[in-house]
């Protein structure tokens, strides 16, 4: 017997790298009219590095002590910037402390207790501080002017208290722009950037791959509310992400795919479909496969 359309189109997404997981999602994928994409580890590497390390005035410590403490509160996080982190304080030769009480919020950061004080490392946009203390003050200086440069910065603070600022930048994919190009012609119109990092860099970013509808310093839940408003307009959402924040509009949308390589299992297991060979290329060619085996079973 020959195979069924989108049994072979399901085939063929295989060979390109793609796991579809199901035959309805080899049809829907051929219906998206929007495709919504993440930044961090989707438009880009997914393997940022730490370029800036800036220990505050008043903290008692240097980069390397800096460094090391935020490794210590990084290291069980899978998220992308944590291992930024945590490679960074390898390759220096740090001693990485012990931690205890480990917590992670999507899109925020995470918390842990090392050496008997409280690490918060995050956003500075989620950061809460009192706006008059000068320790405060001066980390969200140094935070802005690092996004100024496009980078994603988060800031470490000790007990409440502002320590440390990093840095953190990483590259954007190869085939970026022309996928962001390709799904514009396939769907006439622009995708959208749905993003959890600062608006400066998430700016930035979508000018050189071309992306002019950003959507910055979204939690989860917010990257949902975006989704359902463009489907509410009458929108099938193609949503395209890495992370375990990503992994609820995943959910939400018409259809999801995950960046296999460097994506959170939560993610792999909630997307209808996975690339497998971390080519971001592959999305319009799925939609591609899916419009003809769709042809060919109508
Ligand atoms: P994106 O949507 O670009 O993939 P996320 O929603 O995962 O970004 O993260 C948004 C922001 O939350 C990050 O830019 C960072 O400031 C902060 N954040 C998230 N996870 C962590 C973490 N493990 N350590 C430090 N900061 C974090
Ligand atoms: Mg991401």
């Known amino acids: 017997a020959t195979m069924p359309p989108l049994l072979s189109a399901i085939a063929n997404a295989g060979r390109h790298g793609v796991l579809v997981k199901s035959a309805v999602v080899m049809e829907r ?24 390390i800036h220990p505050l005035a008043g903290s008692g410590l ?4 800096l460094l090391s403490l935020a490794a210590a509160a990084e290291r069980p996080s899978e998220h992308p910037l944590a291992r930024a982190v945590v490679d960074a304080a390898r390759s220096r030769d740090l001693s990485v402390p012990e ?19 409280s690490i918060a490392i995050g956003a500075p946009s989620r950061l809460s501080d009192a706006r008059d203390d000068p320790a405060a003050v001066h980390a969200s200086a140094v935070a802005a002017a ?11 603070r000790r007990d409440g208290l502002p320590v440390g600022v ?22 006439g119109r622009g995708p959208v950037l749905l993003t959890g990092d600062n608006p400066r860099a998430a700016a930035r970013l979508a000018a050189e791959v071309g992306i002019s509808d950003v959507r910055a310093e979204l939690l989860p839940q917010h990257k949902v509310s ?7 307009a009458g929108r099938r959402v193609l949503v395209v992400g890495d992370g375990v924040n990503d992994a609820p509009a995943l959910a939400a949308a018409h259809t999801g795919i995950a ?40």
């Open 166 to 187: 990093l840095g953190v930048s990483d590259r954007l994919r190869p085939d970026a722009a022309t996928t962001v190009a390709g799904l514009a012609a396939l769907t």
């Open 99 to 117: 931690m205890r009480d480990f917590t992670s919020t999507p899109g925020v950061g995470v918390t842990a207790s090392v050496h008997g004080a």
């Open 146 to 156: 690092l996004e100024d440069g496009g980078r994603t910065a988060v800031i470490v």
């Open 62 to 65: 240097d980069e390397d002590a």
């Open 226 to 232: 975006a989704v359902k408003e463009l489907e509410k």
């Open 259 to 298: 960046m296999g390589r460097a994506g959170s299992d939560l993610a792999l297991e909630t997307a209808d479909a996975v690339i497998v060979r971390d080519e971001l290329a592959t999305v319009p060619a799925v939609v591609n496969l899916s419009r003809a085996a769709r042809r060919l079973v109508v």
């Open 29 to 52: 994928l051929g219906q998206v009219d929007t495709v919504a994409l993440d930044k961090t580890g989707t438009l880009t590497e997914g393997t940022p590095r730490v370029t800036d």
